[in-house]
């Protein structure tokens, strides 16, 4: 059981009263983003400012948990959730919720995920054996149009959890490993594919077009430090995805397997949590009017 506003929250049913007797009462015009665990990434005054929802970091004033429109998991492990979460959030999303899940040391596989009911709803499956170090390679915007994505540069990337995409969700960006000197405009040696692969959507090649090929072939939206073999400089290998959403019954889930908290210097990362927070209200259906 866990503590609510006054009383105790029970463990069944997502219209789940949240506490036994009455809370302070809520505005009913105002939507709630509840955001659980590291969430020091979330640029909270710019969310609230640009969509008039409340963000909250408890369970305080709420009675029922489908008066919440987006819940936001950030690097918190499974075992740290309330039961009655860890059991209702599936039904919750179902109803029409919001999940934003990003990754960390105690997310995805780390955070004991992995085959959980939870874990089972992400459009990034994560796996049992985890980890989050890699070497710094490209990212790749692989859904350039997805409101996620509006504005967005990526940069190299390294700190992220390894998972596995789901067979009915929509990747946006992708982690395409190389080793120093991988790069080329042939495209990326050993494991990775090529930029220029035809089945990747907007892989095309036009310097200048968001997710085309630009100078060496690199694509336009990647930040990379080019070292004087034309490569890339960086040690990670392999091809992960990093940023993906599903649809769950009539809710929306958004997962990013890296761990924010570790990119404060990417410019872009304010960005993309603003845009990702706004879709994700706009997707959400609670609560019920």
């Known amino acids: 059981m866990y503590r609510g506003c006054t009383g105790l929250l ?30 020091q990434f979330v640029p909270k005054a710019a969310i609230e400012g640009a969509t008039g929802a409340r963000i ?27 039961a009655f979460l860890q059991s209702s959030l599936p039904e919750w999303v179902g109803m029409g919720g919001s999940l934003l899940v990003t990754g960390g ?8 995920y992995a085959g959980t009911p939870i874990g089972e709803l992400l459009p990034l ?6 980890r989050t170090g890699h070497g710094f ?6 859904a350039p149009a997805h409101p996620v994505m509006a504005g967005v540069t990526t940069s190299t990337m390294a700190d992220f959890n390894e998972t596995s995409l789901a067979g009915d969700a929509t990747l946006l960006l992708e982690y395409r490993g190389v080793s120093k000197g991988g790069a080329s405009a042939a495209g ?20 200048g077009v968001p997710g ?12 990379g430090t080019i070292n004087t073999e034309g490569g890339i400089q ?7 995805p990093l940023i993906a959403e599903r649809r769950q019954g009539g809710g929306t889930v958004l997962a990013i397997a890296l761990d924010m908290n570790a990119t404060g210097q990417w410019p872009d990362r304010s960005a993309l949590i603003l845009n990702a927070v706004r879709y994700l209200l706009d997707q959400s259906k609670l609560p019920k009017r």
């Open 10 to 39: 029970p463990t069944t049913a997502v219209l789940v009263l949240l506490a036994t007797t009455p809370c302070p009462a809520q505005q009913t015009d105002q939507r709630i983003i509840l955001s659980l665990g590291s969430d």
């Open 56 to 82: 909250q970091s408890d369970f305080r004033g709420l009675r029922f948990l489908d008066e919440v429109s987006v819940i936001v998991l950030a690097d918190i492990a499974n075992g740290q959730l309330p």
């Open 105 to 112: 040391n105690s997310a995805f596989g780390l955070g004991g």
């Open 125 to 130: 499956r994560p796996f049992e054996r985890d």
């Open 137 to 142: 390679s490209p990212t790749y915007i692989v």
């Open 188 to 207: 990326m040696t050993g494991s990775g594919k090529g930029f220029s692969d035809p089945g990747i959507p907007g892989s095309s090649a036009g310097a």
């Open 212 to 223: 085309g090929i630009g100078m060496g072939g690199i694509p336009n939206n990647v930040i």
């Open 234 to 240: 960086g040690g990670g290998r392999g091809i992960f």
